[in-house]
């Protein structure tokens, strides 16, 4: 064996092949202070963690907190990684007041759900119960126990409800910009007598999440309401993992709807300009269909370019001391010594099983 000098530690190898797949490392968060695997600053910049500050015996401040010190707070609703960065009304454009003014109204949150969503029906969308099961077959490949998904845009959390009661996933976080959208969401779980999930108030231009680390991303009836729809989509495909699934639903051209408010106001789309939006985003994979009048059914699939960085994991895992075994298709066993072999989910394609036998020292 070489000397324990030259040796990396098994974690230090990990971390390496981790980056090198664009996966978030669980095990270096951790370390540093039981760091979230999927949440972070805006823009995904440092991993954060719970905290609490208490005031005496009954008062109690929780919040997010980065390695930088930055905080953003959490009520009894969502955790807030807008906050003071919001733009105040008087500063908001024609569009913005529009796209995103319109639902951040306590009554538009309180009606969506009692009619205004319903009404999309009739430009196409497949309604919600439909909706769900495409999405769910769409991220039937990366449903799991371990697997995050994100109702982006979510609204009054009509689909995150589904997302949730299917049992389908580990983890389901839900975003949007809007309090009142959040707040009728929340009291929307409550009433079905569901488990909330983690609800964050996030401009999707800057995701709170952190890069390669959701499974599958929803945003369902929203990529028109966003006003930097090129930054929202670059920040989809920055925070899916290798392989991970993006559906989305919005309104085309032919959209009948029209009342004075909407003029000028939301982005409506022709399908090829919505595939072009896809590719400039990042993402390889791209289907856009027209379903009724007006309506754009959009998946979306990360590449998985394992194929290309497995050669240099392959170098990493023979770096001196460290042993590395193939166990399965997509898994990897690393350890120092034979004895105290480590697993983790990284993360060779089946392609290059064959080479990983055991390293003889
Ligand atoms: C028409 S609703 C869609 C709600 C739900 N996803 C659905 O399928 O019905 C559009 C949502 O996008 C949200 N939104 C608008 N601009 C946003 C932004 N920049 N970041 C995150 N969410 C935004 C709004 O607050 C609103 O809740």
Redesign the pocket.
């Known amino acids: 064996m070489p000397s324990s000098s030259t040796k990396p530690s098994s974690d230090a190898v990990k971390g390496k092949l981790l980056e090198i797949f664009g996966v978030s490392n669980p095990q270096n968060a951790a370390a540093a202070g039981e760091y979230d695997e999927v949440l972070a600053s805006p823009a995904g910049a440092k991993p954060v963690r719970e905290a609490v500050r208490l005031f005496g015996p009954a008062g109690a401040l929780r919040y997010m907190i980065d390695a930088d010190g930055r905080r953003w707070r959490s009520n009894g609703v969502y955790t807030d990684f807008v906050g003071d960065d919001a733009k105040a009304p008087w500063d908001l454009s024609r569009s913005e007041r529009i796209?995103?003014g319109?639902?951040?109204s306590p009554l538009v949150?309180f009606v969506?759900e009692r009619g205004?969503?319903q009404a999309?029906n009739a430009n196409g969308f497949p309604g919600?119960d439909k909706?769900f099961e495409e999405v769910a077959e769409f991220f039937s490949p990366v449903q799991g126990p371990s697997s995050v998904v994100m109702?982006?845009?979510?609204?009054?959390?009509?689909?995150t409800r589904r997302l949730v009661k299917s049992n389908r996933y580990g983890r389901v976080i839900a975003?949007?910009?809007?309090p009142s959208?959040l707040g009728e969401a929340a009291q929307r779980f409550d009433k079905a007598g569901l488990t909330r999930p983690e609800f964050l108030r996030?401009?999707?231009?800057q995701l709170p999440i952190q890069s390669g680390s959701v499974d599958g991303l929803?945003?369902?009836?929203?990529l028109?309401?966003?006003?930097?729809l090129e930054a929202?989509l670059r920040e989809v495909y920055r925070v899916l993992k290798p392989g991970g699934r993006f559906y989305a639903?919005t309104f085309l051209v032919a959209a009948t709807i029209n009342t004075p408010l909407n003029q000028n106001g939301y982005k409506f789309f022709t399908v090829s300009e919505l595939e072009r939006y896809m590719r400039e985003a990042g993402f390889e994979t791209v289907t856009v269909m027209q379903s009724g009048r007006a309506c754009a059914l959009i998946r979306c699939v990360k590449a998985d370019n394992n194929d290309n960085k497995a050669p240099d994991a392959l170098a990493i895992l023979q770096e001196p001391g460290m042993v590395a075994v193939a166990q399965e298709p997509g898994m990897v066993v690393v350890a120092e010594e034979p004895e105290q072999e480590q697993e983790f989910s990284a993360i060779v394609p089946p392609s290059l099983d064959a080479p990983l036998e055991p390293f003889e020292e």
């Not at 929803?218 to 929203?222: I, L, Q, S, V």
């Open positions: 796209m995103e319109t639902f951040q949150s969506y205004w969503r999309f919600i909706e109702d982006l845009s979510c609204g009054s959390g009509l689909m975003g949007d910009l809007s959208m996030c401009d999707v231009s929803h945003a369902g009836a929203a028109h309401c966003w006003t930097q929202g639903s």
